[in-house]
């Protein structure tokens, strides 16, 4: 009698245990999956997107390297050093205002995608094409490098009433610094926010 008490509990006639409604379908994504897939989504970014300003930061970077090997040979000439000084004060005055702009941008930008201070002023990531990203990074390296060896040659030999006119050079990396910000902030490729629960003011600026 045990037998088959024990055989019918378990046979087929027995309807099987349905899943119950709070209990999520191994058919539907749970929303770890989701906001894991939302984050992967970076659309991709055209490689000649944003030329203009990558052959701005190729031009400033040649005509820097250019004013400092001048520089270097004639650093004890007075309109030599206003050339090296009015050029470095140019290019950071321009990577300044450029960078300025792009933070304000990308402040409003901010909404809805997600935007780091590296990904916007050093391209990091999935920001910019392999291209763009090699060319406007490898201005940058330039620039400093170029900055801090004009500064250290310049420095050689002065005596205390002497101007290191060559030092300006090291204000001339912003100007890679703003112009990678301006490329980023409108051509740059970045995911959706991940904090949907921010959301526009419309307050006006006074």
Known sequence: MMDGVSTGSTGAGTPAS???????????PSASESSASERSVVPTVDPSAGARWVRA???????????????????????MQIVVGAVSMVLFAAGAATGLWAYISALERSRVHEIGVANLYLLTGPTAPKRTKRTMTLSLVAQTAIALAGAI?????????????????????????????MWAVRHGAFGPRLDRSVQPSHRSID
């Open 18 to 28: 349905e899943p119950s409604a709070s209990e999520p379908s191994a058919s539907e």
């Open 57 to 79: 930061d190729v031009i400033g970077t040649a005509v820097f390297a250019a004013v400092i090997a001048l520089g270097v040979p004639l650093r004890e000439e007075r309109a």
């Open 153 to 181: 040659v310049g420095a050689t030999g002065l005596s205390g009433d002497e101007v290191n006119a060559l030092a300006f050079g090291i204000l001339v990396p912003m100007f890679g610094i703003g112009i990678n910000g």
